[in-house]
């Protein structure tokens, strides 16, 4: 009888995934492809890129899984190769838009307040213009803390940068954000 292994803790799923267990990568890396599409989509600003990206990662994170030295930190650790290989992509290749990226509209059947759904999609609209003139380290910087949720230090290993520099690279993507932002609260 198979093991019930959706209740496992992410240090135990990935010490087996590391031993070989492909079922305990399976549900480790389903666990997670949410958040990482969500991420490597928002690094892209492409679904399509996104998909490829989390793909690449995901037989990164296969073949690496067994030099993993904290496996309690996958999470974190899976999170790091999505943004290289989402960045990868990124360098290799313009994005351009998408059929992905239209409007979809709901599928819950509810009506949406039009004029709540037009505010919304152009307050998105101007954060992703916002985002699109700040200069690419910051963009980087931010878009690391705040969607992917990674730790200055994380940050500053990934960017060669110090964490003093990540905090001043943050702070002026913000307050610049937040100047543009400004009509949109």
């Given at each position: 009888?198979?093991?019930?292994?959706?209740?496992?803790?992410?240090?135990?799923?990935?010490?087996?995934?590391?031993?070989?267990?492909?079922?305990?990568?399976?549900?480790?890396l389903?666990?997670?492809?949410?958040?990482?599409?969500?991420?490597?989509?928002?690094?892209?600003?492409?679904?399509?890129?996104?998909?490829?990206?989390?793909?690449?990662?995901?037989?990164?994170?296969?073949?690496?899984?067994p030099?993993?030295?904290?496996?309690?930190?996958?999470?974190?650790?899976?999170?790091?190769?999505?943004?290289?290989?989402?960045?990868?992509?990124?360098?290799?290749?313009?994005?351009?838009?998408?059929?992905?990226?239209?409007e979809?509209?709901?599928?819950?059947?509810?009506?949406?307040?039009?004029?709540?759904?037009?505010?919304?999609?152009?307050?998105?609209?101007?954060?992703?213009?916002?985002?699109?003139r700040?200069?690419?380290?910051?963009?980087e910087?931010?878009?690391?803390?705040?969607?992917?949720?990674?730790?200055?230090?994380?940050?500053?290993?990934?960017?060669?940068?110090?964490?003093?520099?990540?905090?001043?690279?943050l702070?002026?993507?913000?307050?610049?954000?937040?100047?543009?932002m400004?009509?949109?609260?």
């Amino acid at each position: 009888m198979a093991v019930d292994l959706s209740g496992a803790a992410d240090g135990v799923l990935a010490t087996r995934a590391a031993e070989g267990d492909e079922r305990a990568f399976e549900v480790l890396l389903r666990r997670h492809l949410g958040l990482m599409t969500a991420y490597a989509t928002r690094l892209t600003r492409s679904r399509a890129d996104a998909s490829d990206a989390v793909q690449e990662a995901s037989v990164v994170i296969w073949r690496e899984l067994p030099r993993l030295q904290t496996p309690d930190a996958v999470r974190g650790w899976m999170m790091t190769i999505v943004s290289r290989k989402a960045y990868d992509l990124i360098r290799s290749r313009r994005v351009a838009d998408d059929v992905d990226e239209l409007e979809v509209p709901s599928q819950s059947g509810a009506v949406d307040d039009p004029e709540r759904v037009a505010a919304s999609t152009d307050a998105m609209g101007a954060l992703r213009s916002a985002l699109a003139r700040l200069p690419a380290s910051q963009r980087e910087v931010w878009t690391l803390r705040e969607v992917g949720g990674e730790s200055y230090a994380d940050i500053a290993e990934r960017t060669g940068t110090s964490v003093t520099a990540v905090r001043g690279l943050l702070a002026r993507a913000r307050e610049t954000l937040t100047r543009e932002m400004e009509a949109w609260r």
